[in-house]
Antibody
Framework: QVTLRESGPALVKPTQTLTLTCTFS??????????VSWIRQPPGKALEWLAL???????YYSASLRTRLTISKDTSKNLVVLTMTNMDPVDTATYYC?????????????WGQGTMVTVSS | SYEVTQPPSVSVSPGQTARITCSGD??????TYWYQQKPGQAPVLLIY???ERLSGIPERFSGSSSGTTVTLTISGVQAEDEADYYC???????????FGGGTKLTVL
């Protein structure tokens, strides 16, 4: 069974750096064409893709947030980490990690439950 | 930055057919994916690569593509289909993903 779970702080202050961890099971991030992405959703708003890391350790970022994001993986521990610097109240959102695989192309076939992050002083 | 566009809302009566569109310049060259999201839940992938239905998704959900517009069709809409629906695609260089603004489906 494939599962992903996000973890991280529920509250961060403006200007701080957010670090989120996606811990997964049931698949390996060293398998060809497997990727993990981070996606967020502000309350009542649309989904926004943030970043992707693939099986070959290539990384891709949202053009609008590129300068603030870093994605990394630890294949041996089955986890992916996202850091976002200089947090602002507009970054308040539920943050999801999700998998893509060869079977479904760029489609996110399995999602974590999401973790809500509030940015407030 | 690249965008794909969805109508904010669609309303249908039970048993009718709902069509939700997604438009974007690169859609003829890039696959589109469709998700259903119910309140308080993570999105669920329904359709991948324009028209392939994920295993376990009811047959009433289907996808099609024509030019710069991709359509999610829900035939015989049921009350449980009331949800937000998102399309997702990629830019022309395949370097990043993009989601549409979402469509709220209301079952009257």
């Amino acid at each position: 069974q494939v599962t992903l779970r996000e973890s991280g702080p529920a509250l961060v202050k403006p200007t701080q750096t957010l670090t989120l961890t996606c811990t997964f099971s049931g698949f390996s991030l060293s398998t060809d064409e497997v990727c993990v992405s981070w996606i967020r959703q502000p309350p009542g708003k649309a989904l926004e893709w943030l970043a992707l890391i693939d099986w070959d350790d290539d990384k891709y970022y949202s053009a609008s947030l590129r300068t603030r994001l870093t994605i990394s993986k630890d294949t041996s521990k089955n986890l992916v980490v996202l850091t976002m610097t200089n947090m602002d109240p507009v970054d308040t959102a539920t943050y999801y990690c999700a998998r893509t695989s060869r079977d479904t192309g760029d489609g996110f076939d399995v999602w974590g439950q999401g973790t809500m992050v509030t940015v407030s002083s | 930055s690249y965008e794909v566009t969805q109508p904010p809302s669609v309303s249908v009566s039970p048993g009718q057919t709902a069509r939700i569109t997604c438009s974007g310049d690169t859609l003829p060259k890039q696959y589109t994916y469709w998700y259903q999201q119910k309140p308080g839940q993570a999105p669920v992938l329904l359709i991948y690569k324009d028209s392939e239905r994920l295993s376990g998704i009811p047959e009433r959900f289907s996808g099609s593509s024509s030019g710069t517009t991709v359509t999610l069709t829900i035939s015989g809409v049921q009350a449980e289909d009331e949800a937000d629906y998102y399309c997702q695609s990629a830019d022309s260089d395949d370097t990043y993903s993009v989601f549409g603004g979402g469509t709220k489906l209301t079952v009257l």
